[in-house]
């Protein structure tokens, strides 16, 4: 594998994209006030050193960044690290790097965060190693991960009200599209079903589990509606969909009087063993 990911997976998503760092940054104003509130119930704080791997537009990094202040340090990984250019703190290392093939210290860090990044990894389970590795014994770890494929993607859809869209089937059907694409490139759109499992496979201690997601009101977000657009034409490719069915769903998402479920998200946290 090469270092943009190329190889035994490719990441899905294009960050050339006009639009990929507002579809980044909607993913952050879904999901940070949960990963914020779960990092601060493991203790992170001033003095800690935490790794922020597949960073993305970066609020999470900037948000450990302040909250361990000028005693602690944040290395912050990506394949490409361009939505963090500038927004710089002396705190802060942001490095561009792949999990999968690039060194990473050994018990160098209290905490390890990566949302939505592990699912992309056709080799997620030795990164997950390698990320307890990263640990010092007795160091936290919380990994979050989306689940929206296989039967979740049938219980999402059940949530859908919209009164100008043919109704839940139509809407499994394009989460059970993207979960093939996301399949085709060696992600995993259940894979939040699995993290439990590969965090206790990994030896990590203590774990436990909470999985979320906001209902949406249709406009409101464009985390779910940007990763459609973006990936229209191969959803269209798997055969689940036809583009006429991508524009109703882009369609009715947009529209304030529909309601929807994005990806679930699985939280899960544990600690390295003390040695
Ligand atoms: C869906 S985004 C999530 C961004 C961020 N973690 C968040 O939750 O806001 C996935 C990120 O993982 C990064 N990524 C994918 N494969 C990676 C790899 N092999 N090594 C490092 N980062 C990777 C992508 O570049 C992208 O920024």
Redesign the pocket.
Known sequence: ?DRW?RGM?K?V?D?EWHKERER?QA??SL??GS?RRLLADLGVGPGWRCL?????????ALWLADRVGPTGRVVA????TR?LAGRDRVNLDVRT??????PLEDEAFDLVH????L???ADRQQ?LKRLVTALRPGGCLLI?DVDFGGPTASMLAQYLIAPRYPGPVAAERVYLAIAAVFAANGADGSYGTRLIADLLGAGVAGVGAELHTPVISGGAEQWTRGTVEQLADRLVGTGIVTAGEVEQFLAASAQPDTYYLPPLMVSAWGQRPPS
Request: charged share 20%; with cysteine; net charge negative.
């Open positions: 594998m990911g997976s990441y998503f960050q980044l993913l952050e999901f940070d990963s922020e791997v597949g960073c993305g537009a970066g609020s999470m990984t990506d394949l490409d939505f790097h792949n999990i999968v093939t690039d990566a949302r939505a990044v699912v992309h990894l990164v979050e």
